[in-house]
């Protein structure tokens, strides 16, 4: 099976930096995402990594370590609209998805 | 504009009784899935589907069914086995080894 752990919170004050780390076990892998879910809303696609290194996109980053296990999503100056929760998940196979139970991001002004 | 649309927004059920949420998709997506959210939790994968009229069980199928008799759609039966089905249900769909993109999701009651 696969299992994934990330802070359940974390919070930070607008124009930080925040990284969220994610710790996965998976029989297979083919690459580590993040979503942003807002309350009440759908998931929204961020990143991806399939191979060891940094992802950047704007103000988000993602970094895999495959030989640790483990990745982290970092974000740049924050605003309060990332104030979400914040999902990683492994893809064991081609063709499903593993959550995580997320982290909560508060953003204070 | 593309995307995938649940219906309805929110749907009550009373014991006993069998519902059907409606997940549609114009994105010409191969791949769709069905998720269950409980409270401050992660997504559990319910079913999933990578062609037409075929699917398979994700990791936690019981009391669910689906059906996959045309591309665009992929609708989800909570049935009376389910015996916690109050939740929030999100519909996803694929191309290729990309990101997923979600419906807006129906949250479902128990009454």
């Known amino acids: 099976g696969q299992s994934l752990e990330q802070p359940s919170e974390v919070t930070a004050v607008e124009g930080a930096i925040v990284q969220i780390n994610c710790t996965y076990q998976?029989?297979?892998?083919?690459?580590l995402s993040w979503y942003q879910q807002h309350d009440g809303g759908a998931p929204t696609f961020l990143s991806y990594n399939a191979l060891d290194g940094l992802e950047e996109t704007g103000r988000f980053s993602s970094f895999l370590s495959r030989s640790d296990s483990y990745g982290y999503l970092l974000l740049q100056e924050l605003q309060m609209k990332d104030s979400a929760s914040y999902f990683c998940a492994v893809s064991p196979g081609y063709s499903t998805l593993t959550f995580g139970k997320g982290t909560m991001l508060l953003v204070s002004p | 504009d593309g995307g995938i649309t649940q219906s309805p927004k929110y749907l009550f059920r009373k014991e006993g009784q069998n519902v059907t949420l409606s997940c549609e998709q114009n994105?010409?997506?191969?791949?769709m899935y069905w998720y269950r959210q409980d409270p401050g939790q992660g997504l559990r994968l319910i079913y999933y589907s990578q062609i037409v009229n075929d699917f398979q069980k994700g990791d936690i199928a019981e009391g669910y069914s689906v059906s996959r008799e045309k591309k665009e759609s992929f609708p989800l039966t909570v049935t009376s086995a389910q015996k916690n089905p109050t939740a929030f249900y999100l519909c996803?769909?694929?191309?290729?080894?990309?990101?997923?993109?979600f419906g807006s999701g129906t949250r479902l009651t128990v009454v």
């Open positions: 998976t029989s297979g892998f083919y690459g």
């Open positions: 994105l010409n997506h191969d791949a």
């Open positions: 996803a769909s694929k191309l290729e080894n990309y990101g997923y993109t």
